[in-house]
């Protein structure tokens, strides 16, 4: 809705990674530094690590695409909790083998056949395995082996490990002091810092045409930067929300205050206990039917016994409470009506695709 407000031709703070959006701050430069160099190598583990969120899977969208594909074949998994034999599989199905009902020892010389044969056609292998903390030390014992194949000295296979910072500690554990002495390089993904908020949020919304429209006061962005912390995931999160409320309220210049009051709405919805499954027998109602219900009538309580303390600045304050509550419940019911009225009437696809 507020990407048609402020007539963005797109979803500048999506959680999906797009490699449209790549913003090279200085952690995701030295990053690209250290990938290059390690690609270079031709050979041995890249290991990249950050927190949840910041920006892992971001980095590998960009380097699939501005890879040659003429002259490097990249395979990309998610890992899961899988031991060394499914690894194994999962590489292989990577690769474009069958691999039902085949016995490990042929299945490593199918393998060791296909990289054979990308190596002959002028094309090395590049392996990126994510969430690389989920994998058991046999996992990781049987990408070590697979890094043994090679043809005139020359490795058949690089693997790239993208992970959380636990990843780290794993590595140093111990049973994997092979695979230790062949990480040609290494780098962890830092947060954001202050400055280079703003130009992320803004680089963001200019890949969506943005106008200017709504603008930011300074100090927008350092509050941005307070409750995201400089994870690019968490500016996302925020910001999404943050133009839902301004483009409801109208806004033309996104102020400190506003970040403010959403960051703490966002606060208290994760701090909110889940609600409790309906009962068997109740029903819930289509949303088309929203408006058409009234609320139900509270169940009666003894009235809470309120004691008056005459403190004029204590008044003050319960009044620009009251009146904030009764901002925030005017702007939920605006914010249904219009989840209402756009479910009932869009013809058009809830996503859109621009090209690049």
Same mark, same amino acid.
Not at 103 to 131: C, F, M, P, S, Y
């Given at each position: 809705m507020y990407s048609e407000h402020y007539g963005l031709t797109g979803q500048p703070f999506q959680l999906t990674p797009d490699a449209r959006f790549w913003y090279d701050s200085r952690t995701h430069r030295k990053a690209m530094a250290y990938l290059g160099y390690g690609l270079a190598q031709g050979e041995g583990f890249i290991v990249v690590t950050g927190e949840i969120g910041a920006g892992k899977s971001t980095l590998v969208a960009h380097v699939l695409a501005n890879i040659d594909r003429a002259r490097l074949n990249a395979v990309s998994l998610v890992s899961t909790q899988v031991e060394g034999d499914d690894m194994l599989r999962l /590489?292989?199905?990577? +690769?474009?083998? !069958?691999? *039902?009902? =085949? &016995?490990?020892?042929?299945?490593?010389?199918? =393998?060791?056949?296909?990289?054979?044969?990308?190596?002959? &056609? *002028?094309? %090395?292998?590049?392996?990126? /395995? !994510?969430?690389?903390?989920?994998?058991?030390?046999?996992?990781?014992?049987? +990408? %070590?082996? @697979?890094?043994?194949?090679?043809?005139? *000295? #020359? &490795?058949? +296979?690089?693997?790239? @490990?993208? *992970?959380?910072?636990?990843? #780290?500690?794993?590595?140093?554990?111990?049973?994997?002091?092979?695979?230790?002495? #062949?990480?040609?390089?290494?780098?962890?993904?830092?947060?954001?810092?202050?400055?280079?908020?703003?130009?992320? =949020?803004?680089?963001? @919304?200019? %890949? /969506?045409?943005w106008q200017g429209n709504p603008d930011f006061d300074p100090a927008a962005f350092e509050a941005v930067h307070r409750h995201s912390g400089g994870i690019p995931r968490r500016v996302n999160q925020l910001m999404q929300r943050v133009l839902l409320a301004a483009a409801m309220e109208g806004a033309e210049t996104i102020a400190a205050d506003m970040i403010d009051a959403v960051a703490a709405d966002m606060g208290a919805d994760a701090s909110a206990p889940a609600a409790a499954p309906p009962a068997a027998e109740e029903k819930v109602l289509p949303l088309r039917s929203v408006r058409a219900v009234p609320a139900a009538a509270p169940a009666e309580e003894p009235a809470p016994r309120i004691v008056h303390v005459p403190d004029p600045a204590l008044e003050r304050r319960l009044a620009a409470l009251e009146a904030r509550s009764e901002e925030q419940e005017a702007m939920l019911r605006r914010v249904l009506i219009l989840l209402v009225d756009w479910v009932e009437n869009s013809q058009e696809p809830a996503y859109r695709t621009h090209a690049a």
């Open positions: /590489v292989a199905q990577g +690769l474009g083998l !069958d691999t *039902g009902g =085949v &016995a490990k020892a042929r299945l490593l010389d199918a =393998v060791e056949q296909r990289l054979e044969e990308e190596a002959r &056609a *002028g094309k %090395r292998t590049l392996l990126i /395995v !994510d969430e690389a903390q989920n994998l058991p030390v046999s996992a990781l014992e049987e +990408l %070590r082996m @697979l890094s043994n194949f090679q043809v005139g *000295g #020359r &490795a058949l +296979l690089q693997t790239m @490990l993208l *992970g959380q910072p636990e990843f #780290r500690d794993k590595l140093a554990g111990p049973g994997l002091e092979q695979l230790r002495q #062949r990480v040609i390089a290494t780098h962890h993904l830092d947060a954001m810092g202050e400055d280079e908020v703003s130009f992320y =949020v803004r680089h963001r @919304l200019t %890949r /969506v045409d």
